[in-house]
């Protein structure tokens, strides 16, 4: 279920993210009451969709080659933007690249693609030392024909069983040969599909025929591009595995090959090889040399990627920091030269992760933590931080990359959200998991409108209890929590019709006043762009093992400032009881102080403990 999710998720970027758009994510794209494309973008838009290549590629739905082509497209384009000290501005028209009105910097969109940024890096490098052909591209392939076989019915019945056993009994070929084989075995089987499923079909099912096969011819061109020599005939038997040319290589394994491989070759051309060896080897020899310049030339493009990344992560915040308060402030308005009056102040805020960001960067000083407020409350029991809102989205977002340590604060806040967001949903009789999202109301263009909502008692904001709108992707954003209540949540949501063709629909609206007579409720049928790379990044850390924290944290200057995080829960602490008024905020057990928090140099001479 979920992997199938995860490619149903990617089909979004794979649909929208193009040359229609500059290689940049459009906002969103809404079904009803008629299909529309929102051709804007944000920076955390742009952060996400550079993160959603990234995760593709560990789920094998791309290789390598074009998770580079679409990096370097979306890069082309970002450096073209115009920016203001760096930062991005809040909205650009991603068919005129203008920024839209009014030039705005909003300073945790700044925050979240600065780290997305820093995350993508160490993905990109450690590209040359992953092997040529692995085992992703075909779990990748297998989740593709997985939607297909449930999307097609009865359709091509027998051919889509034949591929379905074809990929339940493969391994990951061990040569290169034996690889060439299967995918070109797959390939010609999928245009079969393709074929025998253009005249019937549904449309949905004719695009995920087209999906399947287009996966199947990436993985193929990429094996020819990388080892051009597996398009030959067979060699001759005394050549086979000569000099590991059927061996699986890494990127940086076949840079070397010109220089390790063709001495060997030219020594045998001149030793007693057959004329049949002869030819085979001739013709083998160019395409060595050709393959070791174009694995050198990958390597050079990841290099600079790379160091675009860094560029492009590196922002002033001099003008959006108070220095008096060591607080960040909401934004920064270019076209008035206006500061924000207002300011991110609470810990249990998407914010921390710009905060954070920027002090590992050091163009913050590490008394900005500091300033973050600590309002606690209780869920269960148990101590958590208070947010504004309530929301899934400012507990969890972070969460995507940022680690989390066992017995601290944050990472008993996380806990108790999600048990308290589960709790929530019960009391009602719904699906859980409450975010800001899109709800059902329209503007007068038909576009649904978006706000914040939350669950009452782990917000300050007055009235979360008026609303009640569940969002699938904040059950997602608890895959990293709690996978199987997460698991669970999801499936029952899928199974009362709230996902599309792209996964899950933006939210679902149970609040009786917005719902016409009769429904209990009314599906937000669209799919946001940053929403969809949460789901998505969620599920790639559910499934590789927090993959894309662990890029987060090889970063030595965010290493550097990792003591930050552990902060331990304090044993005596004045709680918080957030507006009773709402009817169910959790009963409070004292009165309400904000907390003096503890301090910590990032690297002190000796260690320090927190008691």
């Not at 459009?26 to 009803?32: G, W």
């Not at 940024?117 to 692995?134: K, N």
């Not at 067979?234 to 290589?249: H, I, M, Q, Y």
Request: overall charge negative; aromatic content about 10%.
């Amino acid at each position: 279920f979920l992997r199938k999710l995860s490619r149903k998720t990617w089909a979004f970027f794979e649909t929208f993210v193009g040359p229609e758009d500059h290689w940049l994510p459009p906002d969103n794209y809404q079904e009803h009451s008629a299909p529309v494309v929102a051709h804007r973008t944000s920076p955390t838009n742009m952060g996400l969709a550079l993160l959603a290549n990234l995760s593709a590629y560990d789920f094998g739905y791309i290789p390598a080659g074009q998770l580079i082509e679409r990096t370097a497209k979306a890069f082309h384009t970002m450096e073209a933007l115009e920016r203001h000290q760096g930062h991005f501005y809040n909205w650009y028209d991603t068919q005129s690249l203008k920024p839209l009105p009014p030039t705005y910097i909003s300073t945790v969109d700044s925050g979240n693609l600065a780290g997305h940024l820093l995350t993508l890096r160490p993905g990109l490098l450690a590209l040359p030392d992953h092997r040529i052909l692995e085992a992703r591209w075909f779990d990748g392939l297998r989740d593709t024909l997985g939607i297909l076989m449930d999307a097609a019915g009865g359709a091509a019945a027998a051919l889509l069983a034949q591929l379905q056993n074809d990929l339940a009994s493969a391994s990951l070929p061990t040569t290169l040969a034996g690889a060439r084989q299967h995918l070109e075995h797959l390939a010609t089987a999928a245009a079969e599909v393709v074929n025998s499923l253009e005249a019937e079909a549904e449309s949905q099912t004719k695009g995920w025929a087209h999906a399947f096969a287009r996966q199947c011819r990436g993985a193929l061109d990429e094996l020819t591009f990388l080892a051009p020599w597996t398009s030959l005939p067979a060699s001759p038997d005394r050549l086979k595995g000569f000099r590991g040319l059927d061996e699986v290589p890494t990127l940086r394994e076949l840079a070397r090959f010109e220089e390790e491989v063709l001495p060997a070759i030219e020594d045998r051309l001149g030793s007693d090889a057959t004329p049949e060896e002869r030819k085979w080897l001739e013709q083998v020899r160019p395409l060595v040399t050709e393959s070791s310049l174009r694995a050198k030339d990958r390597m050079a493009a990841i290099d600079r990627l790379a160091q675009q990344t860094a560029e492009l992560a590196d922002m002033d915040y001099d003008f959006l920091f108070d220095k008096a308060r060591h607080l960040l402030a909401i934004g920064y308005n270019v076209a008035e030269r206006r500061l924000d009056p207002s300011y991110y102040d609470l810990l249990a805020s998407e914010a921390r992760l710009c905060t954070f960001v920027a002090i590992a960067q050091g163009q913050l000083p590490q008394e900005s933590w500091f300033a973050l407020g600590r309002l606690l409350t209780t869920a269960g029991g148990e101590p958590i931080l208070l947010s504004w809102s309530g929301s899934m989205f400012e507990y969890l977002m972070p969460l995507l990359v940022m680690p989390t340590y066992g017995d601290t604060l944050l990472n008993q806040t996380y806990q108790a959200a999600v048990e308290r967001q589960i709790a929530y949903g019960r009391s009602l009789g719904l699906p859980w998991g409450i975010s800001e999202s899109g709800y059902n109301a329209i503007d007068v263009h038909r576009n649904y409108q978006y706000r914040a909502f939350g669950v009452p008692g782990l917000g300050l904001k007055r009235g979360l209890a008026d609303d009640w709108v569940v969002a699938p992707y904040a059950s997602a954003l608890a895959l990293m929590v709690d996978p199987e209540q997460a698991c669970s949540n999801l499936e029952r949501m899928a199974a009362e019709g709230f996902a599309g063709k792209f996964g899950f629909y933006e939210a679902i609206d149970y609040t009786p006043s917005r719902l016409p007579r009769g429904p209990s409720s009314a599906v937000v049928r669209s799919f946001m762009a940053h929403h969809q790379g949460m789901i998505l990044l969620s599920l790639v850390n559910y499934f590789k093992k927090n993959v894309m924290v662990e890029r987060f944290h090889a970063d030595p200057y965010i290493r550097s400032v990792e003591l930050l995080l552990q902060e331990q829960v304090p044993e005596f602490a004045p709680l918080e009881q957030p507006h009773a008024e709402d009817g169910r905020a959790l009963s409070p057990e004292e009165t309400s102080l904000n907390l003096s928090p503890w301090m910590v140099l990032p690297e002190p001479p000796q260690p320090r403990v927190h008691f």
